[in-house]
C-alpha cells in the first residue's frame, strides 16, 4: 500500500482504493485495471495525512501519499520495513514486527471483534478463504469463547 495516491482516495464514500496488493500483485479474481475498496479508517486517516504533507510542502500534487526519499517514486518496501520497526521500538515493542505483522493484527482484531471472514477476505484481497483462514489460527480470544456443544449439554 505504498504505491498510493491522493486520487485513491474516495472521499464521498470514505474508502480507499487499491490498484496493487500486496508484493504488487494484480489482485485476486479481478480484471486488469481493477481494485478493491479498503476500510473507512484508511480513508479517513489518509485524507488528513496528505493535507498536512501538503500543508508542509512535503507532497507534491497529483503525487504520492507516502513518497520516497525522492517524492517522485513512492516509498519503498525497504523504507516502509524501517519505519515500522522504528515505530514499534518507540513504542517498547520487543517482539520483530513488519509491514505483514499489521496486516495479520488488523485480520486478527477483526476475526475477534466476530467480523465474517469473507468481510476479511475481501478486505485483504484474498483469492481464497484458505488464505484468510491461516490467520484464524492467532485469534486466541475467540477461540477461548467458543463453548463446546458437549458442555452445552452437560448443563
Not at 134 to 143: D, F
Amino acid at each position: 500500500m505504498t504505491a498510493l495516491k491522493v486520487g485513491d482516495i474516495d472521499s464521498e464514500r470514505m474508502l480507499l482504493r487499491v490498484e496493487r496488493g500486496k508484493g504488487r500483485k494484480s489482485l485476486p479474481s479481478r480484471k486488469r485495471g481493477s481494485s478493491r475498496d479498503v476500510v473507512a479508517t484508511a480513508a479517513r486517516t489518509a485524507r488528513p495525512w496528505w493535507r498536512e504533507g501538503r500543508r508542509r510542502s512535503l507532497l507534491l500534487p497529483g503525487g504520492w501519499l507516502f513518497p520516497g526519499r525522492n517524492p517522485v517514486e513512492p516509498l519503498s518496501a525497504r523504507q516502509l520495513c524501517r519505519a515500522v520497526r522504528a515505530a514499534a521500538q518507540a513504542a517498547g515493542i520487543k517482539k520483530r514486527v513488519s509491514p505483514h505483522t499489521l496486516r495479520h493484527s488488523f485480520a486478527t482484531h477483526l476475526l475477534e471483534q466476530d467480523v465474517d471472514i469473507r468481510v476479511i477476505q475481501t478486505l485483504l484481497g484474498h483469492a481464497k478463504l484458505d488464505t484468510t483462514a491461516l490467520y484464524t489460527r492467532v485469534a486466541n480470544t475467540t477461540i477461548r469463547a467458543v463453548t463446546s456443544p458437549l458442555d452445552r449439554w452437560h448443563h
